[in-house]
């Protein structure tokens, strides 16, 4: 176990992921309180829309991909070419699905067109190429990419977003935000590793779609818990409703920070010392520490100061998402209690197990409602 590794992964991958997130709130704020509260619940019932289909890539996970990789496969350049390939493919695939279901089925004409070109990222995330740098521990372009991709859609939305009718402008910043981080990553990518080619060997695809199916189910379960509302809303109420419970929503997603951050930079050494039972437990024993204590603190303060909160960021428009917020932090405790107990699952190849403790809590969630 090498503590001094994951310590400066920690601190590359925090510091990155952090900046980002900060960035992209400001952005949020910005946007929320220029825009209608209308077309801000518009813009972000077609982001959870188009969710649903990214989240699909995960039949070819990025998990999966980094803990073979991170495990030694006998052919690392084939075994890179088909997952890049394989998502790719898919990644197009899904994009037309989506447009064929958006012109089916959604009847408004904003979420709609919002849905349509901020489906492109899904294109742009078959591209990228994260599972390979976490496999080989380098954190450091993948936290280039976040903050210059963040920064630019930040100096964008502030030059660009003057108006309550400028969604159209800002659904596609958003859009090319995602694009330019996929980018750049893909282009650290292909400056590390220049053997580059379309590969479909069937092996390695059924290889990869047995151990990924579990996780692209939990993926999307997992979604389902925490989106589903959002969707609900839009169904029988309206855009605006949807905009004051995405505004407390969007602060759930800023606490997950910590979790994010700490799962994936604890991931790789967890894979490589699966083998090694006394590294694996304390692998574990530090992980789970580290995540209760974060959950536990960021819940409580959280739900204390969530008038000021939404009053600070928001404003006063914003008043009716207090209550929406304070709700939504009391389980966002259960979320890291289930980053604790559920992910190191997948590091050890329990991809089984973590589907099945998903679905028990999803059932849980539905028989409460």
Known sequence: MNLRMIQKNIFVFTTGEIVSRILNFFALVYVARI???EDFG???????LVSYFTILLGFIHDDIATKEISGGVIDEIEFRNNVLSLRLIFSLLLYVILIIFVLSYINNNSVRMFAIVYGLSIISTGLYTNWFFRAKEKFLPISIGLVISSLLNLISVFLLINNSTDSNIAIWIITLKE????IILFIFYLIKKPTIRFSINVNIVKRLIKQSYPLAFSAFLLLMNFNIDQLMLGIITNSTEVGYYSASAKFVFLAFIPSSIIYQTFFSQMSKAN???DDLKQLLKNYSKILFAFGLIISIMSYAFSKEIIKITYGINYQYSIPLLKILMLNLFLGYLNRVYGNPLIAIGKQSHFLT?????VLVNIFRI
Do not use: H, P
């Open 35 to 37: 825009l209608l509260v």
């Open 357 to 361: 403790a998903i679905i028990a809590g």
């Open 275 to 277: 083998s090694e039972k």
């Open 179 to 182: 694009i330019l981080n996929s």
């Open 42 to 48: 518009a813009i972000n019932l077609a982001i959870v």
